[in-house]
């Protein structure tokens, strides 16, 4: 505890701060008892001693009486020496504690303090007030402490009332608009204490004001926040729920009460009520987790409802930290899966019904394929022989009888073998048509160069086609396929391309290659007699035939095999027209990782 220099000066300074009047009549007092004191025991002790005849008693009383002045004189001097002393040690400490309190008031920036006499008017002006206020000491010293109130308040009068009501309870503090010196306003926490003398009458006011704008601005963002938030929970279709470390709810959102069907008024503030008696166990090992700070993700719990029906929730949580870090709660979020798990039988069903269908139509298309065999069987040894008997029989006759044929004899003849051989080569369109249909086709890496130069060389054993111009540009890379079906592709590309051309005119076909990310486009372009682009999107048709190919022989059966081979290894075919005249058909396959040694 700390005490000043008038405490220490005892009980002499402390009689001090009584009125003077006061003392002064005890000191007063003291001297009188002291003089008759010392009256009565003088007198006392000369009685005593001398008779009233004795000569030495006229000396005696002399020398009392200059005895009695000299102790009375020590003593008036002593007292007023102590008195001065005491007085000039009082006012010592008064100068110093005020010093001190000035050095306070005056070093403190962060609230404005000053003195208001009893009318309101400043008489004192720390820096922390100029700093708030704006208004330095010379400026604003003996103006009414109502140049700080705004212009509402001042038409309200409210400074005099802040005033009166100070004066009457002892203080009076708010926190409301201020006004600085400038006109700006800001909010402050504004305190006034009542000053006075020592009848108890009022003399004046200190006044202590801070600024708390700061404070405010970041009360009112915290307040809108925490507005949004509640708002966006509220608003969540999700059930948004939260509970203390007792257990007790704390937020309930709208999307809890429709679930869970307990209104917010119901919940809040009593223990949670949707865990059913057998997962109280399995709920207090969970949450012991979370209050080591662990959230929960997707967990699947059951919960009930409030007319006891259980459900099957996804849970996920977060814990809920105070302002020391610790973990004081619980937010979690509810997922219904009722209806999740509705949607997951559903699909469950659905596949169940498209895989039984899938194996119907399956067993339908195996026994289709099947028949389809059959009759590829039927048709390569049923038919075959009796066109091989039929083409034998009309070149026997030619050939033995021909002398006897007159001249439309011999023609027919001719047509009959011509039809046989048509009918011939139909028929195996058709079955290596249905042969790439059905079969498997397993893949491996194939040298584009290798297998065009194959096809190339059967086609050179043909006399019809050796006057064709077929220009390959090297290289042409290596793709996955398979190598029969790619031979029979390019092998009927290459025939319509050469077969296909304007009467008298040569044919050329070039033959090119490109790499496309992880394809090869292979593209064979020709001088043939083109396709129109109405034509393009049928052309790759079974049995169609264009108006313009109609004097070409063919079946309309071999760019359908081109198409369905190109298709069963991977791939895809275009057409489009050449940069002059003709076509260009471009097959596009995978493309080999590596081209494998040979």
Not at 224 to 230: C, D, K, N, P, R
Not at 470 to 494: D, F, M, S, Y
Request: hydrophobic content about 40%; glycine content about 6%; some cysteine.
């Amino acid at each position: 505890m700390t005490t000043t220099p008038l405490e220490h000066a005892g009980p002499y300074a402390r009689a001090l701060r009584r009125p003077p009047r006061l003392t002064a009549l005890r000191i007063a007092l003291i001297y009188l008892i002291v003089g008759v004191l010392w009256i009565a025991f003088i007198d006392s002790i000369v009685d005593y001693s001398f008779s009233p005849e004795d000569v030495h008693r006229l000396h005696i009383d002399a020398i009392k009486d200059w005895v009695f002045i000299v102790i009375t004189a020590t003593m008036l001097y002593t007292l007023i020496r102590f008195t001065i002393t005491i007085a000039q040690t009082s006012e010592r400490a008064r100068e110093q504690t005020e010093e001190r309190t000035r050095m306070l008031v005056e070093h403190v920036r962060d609230y404005a303090i000053f003195l208001l006499d009893r009318d309101g008017n400043v008489t004192s002006w720390n820096r922390g007030a100029q700093q708030i206020a704006d208004w330095t000491e010379a400026e604003v010293v003996g103006q009414n402490h109502a140049v700080f109130y705004t212009q509402q308040d001042i038409a309200a009068g409210k400074p005099n009332r802040d005033l009166e009501t100070a004066a009457a309870e002892g203080f009076f503090e708010e926190e409301a608009l201020r006004k600085r010196q400038d006109g700006s306003e800001f909010w402050a926490n504004a305190l006034l204490t009542r000053l006075g003398d020592p009848k108890g009458e009022p003399t004046g006011y200190l006044a202590v004001i801070r600024d708390v704008t700061e404070r405010r601005r970041v009360q009112d963002a915290l307040r809108q926040s925490v507005s949004t938030l509640s708002g966006m929970i509220q608003a969540i279709p999700l059930a948004v729920q939260s509970i203390d470390r007792q257990n007790r709810v704390l937020a309930w959102n709208a999307a809890s009460e429709q679930l869970f069907g307990w209104k917010h008024e119901e919940v809040e503030g009593k223990p949670l009520p949707t865990i059913p008696e057998d997962q109280r166990e399995g709920y207090a090992t969970m949450m012991s987790n979370q209050w080591s700070g662990t959230p929960i993700s997707g967990r699947e719990v059951i919960r009930q409802k409030k007319d006891g029906t259980r459900m099957t929730l996804s849970l996920w949580t977060a814990p809920l930290l105070d302002a020391s870090g610790k973990v004081a709660g619980s937010l979690g979020i509810f997922v219904d899966l009722s209806e999740r798990r509705r949607s997951e039988a559903e699909v469950r069903q659905l596949n169940e019904t498209l895989e039984r269908r899938v194996r119907e139509r399956t067993a339908r298309m195996e026994e289709a394929n099947e028949e389809l065999q059959a009759f590829s069987y039927t048709v390569s040894h049923d038919l075959r022989i009796p066109l091989r008997s039929l083409q034998q029989m009309a070149s026997d006759l030619i050939s033995h009888h021909g002398q006897t044929l007159d001249e439309e004899g011999t023609s027919e003849a001719l047509r009959i073998v011509g039809a046989a051989a048509r009918m011939q080569t139909q028929i195996e369109e058709l079955l290596e048509y249905s042969r790439v249909s059905r079969s498997d086709l397993p893949t491996e890496p194939l040298s584009l160069v290798l297998i065009v130069h194959e096809v190339l060389g059967r086609l050179q054993r043909d006399p019809e086609f050796r006057n064709a111009q077929v220009v390959v540009q090297e290289p042409l890379g290596w793709v996955k396929g398979h190598r029969l079906v790619l031979q029979q592709v390019i092998l009927n590309l290459l025939t319509n391309a050469i077969t296909f051309v304007p009467q008298g005119e040569q044919p050329r076909v070039t033959i090119t290659a490109k790499e496309i990310g992880d394809t090869i486009r292979l593209c064979i372009e020709d001088n043939g007699i083109g396709i129109k682009d109405e034509d393009r999107a049928r052309i790759f048709q079974l049995f169609e035939r264009l108006p313009a190919a109609e004097r070409y022989p063919g079946l309309g059966v071999g760019l359908a095999v081109v198409r369905r081979g190109v298709e069963r290894m991977g791939g895809n075919i275009s057409v489009e027209p050449a940069a002059t005249r003709g076509t260009i058909f471009c097959i596009e396959l995978p493309k080999a990782q590596e081209s494998p040694s040979r």
